[in-house]
C-alpha cells in the first residue's frame, strides 16, 4: 500500500516550453499533497503543499505563477512548469498523506520523482 | 519545528547494525522524530517513527532517549541495498499536513 506514481520519469524540453508532472496516489487518497525540488547534491526543498480542490500553498521564494499546481482530485495532483528556463533543471519530487494510513498521520509517501532537464 | 544534527556519512560492513544517531536537543515534547531514506535518484522512503517509546517495525528500529533530546535509528542487518541518505526529522504531530523540513542527512554506505 501506499504508493504514490509520478509521470514523466524523465523530461528534456526547450527553453520556454512548459512542462506537466503528474503525481498520482495509486491506492489511496490523499487530502494533501506536496511537491519539491532536489538540486544536484542538496536536500530536498518544498515548494508548495496543495489540499485537494483548494489553492496551494507555496513556500517563500517559490513563483506560484511559474510553479502552477492544481490538486482537483484525492489521487491526483499536477505541478506545471511554465515558460521553463535551464535554471529550472531539478528533480521535482512530490509526496501525499492519508490520514488513515499506517505510519500516522502525518506520515508523507512519495513518488519516484522527476527529472526535468531544460536545454 | 526543532533542527537536527546527524553526521555526514557512515560506513558500514553488510550484515553488521548500521547505528545512525541523530541529534535534536531543541525538540519540544508535543514532537515526533521520523526517520526517511532516499536512495540515489530516487523518492524518499518512510522508515518509522516515534515520540517517546523505542519503536520497531520491518524496516528498522528508532531507539530514543529518556530526555528525548537525540534517537538513533538502527538498521539490525544492513545490506547494500541500504545504501542511502537517512534523514532524521523532528515535527509537531498536528494532523494537519505540516510540512517536513529535510536536513543533508546522513550518506550511509554499506560495504562488502
Known amino acids: 500500500g501506499a504508493v504514490v506514481s509520478q509521470h514523466p520519469s524523465r523530461v528534456i524540453c526547450k527553453s520556454g516550453t512548459s512542462v506537466k508532472i503528474e503525481c498520482r496516489s495509486l491506492d489511496f487518497q490523499a487530502t494533501t499533497m506536496f511537491w519539491y525540488r532536489q538540486f544536484p547534491k542538496q536536500s530536498l526543498m518544498l515548494m508548495a503543499t496543495?489540499?485537494?480542490?483548494?489553492?496551494?500553498?507555496?513556500e517563500q521564494g517559490v513563483e506560484k505563477d511559474k510553479f502552477l499546481i492544481n490538486h482537483a482530485s484525492l489521487t491526483l495532483s499536477t505541478l506545471t512548469v511554465t515558460s521553463a528556463h535551464p535554471e529550472d533543471s531539478s528533480f521535482y519530487i512530490c509526496?501525499?498523506?492519508?490520514?488513515?494510513?499506517?505510519?500516522?498521520?502525518?506520515?508523507?509517501?512519495f513518488g519516484p520523482g522527476t527529472r526535468l532537464t531544460v536545454l | 519545528d526543532a533542527k537536527t544534527t546527524q553526521p555526514t556519512s557512515m560506513d558500514c560492513a553488510e550484515g553488521r547494525a548500521a547505528n545512525l544517531p541523530c541529534n535534536h536537543s531543541t525538540i519540544s515534547g508535543n514532537e515526533y522524530v521520523y526517520w526517511y531514506r532516499q536512495i540515489h535518484s530516487q523518492g524518499p522512503q518512510y522508515i518509522i517513527h516515534?515520540?517517546?517509546n523505542n519503536e520497531t517495525n520491518e524496516m528498522a528500529s528508532l531507539i530514543i532517549t529518556e530526555d528525548r533530546k537525540s534517537s538513533t535509528l538502527i538498521l539490525p542487518h544492513a545490506t547494500l541495498r541500504d545504501t542511502a541518505v537517512y534523514y532524521c526529522i523532528v515535527r509537531e504531530f498536528t494532523g494537519g499536513g505540516n510540512k517536513l523540513t529535510f536536513g543533508t542527512g546522513t550518506q550511509l554506505k554499506v560495504e562488502l
Open positions: 509526496s501525499a498523506r492519508d490520514p488513515r494510513l499506517a505510519g500516522g498521520p502525518d506520515t508523507q509517501y
Open positions: 496543495s489540499n485537494e480542490g483548494s489553492k496551494a500553498t507555496y
Open positions: 516515534g515520540l517517546k
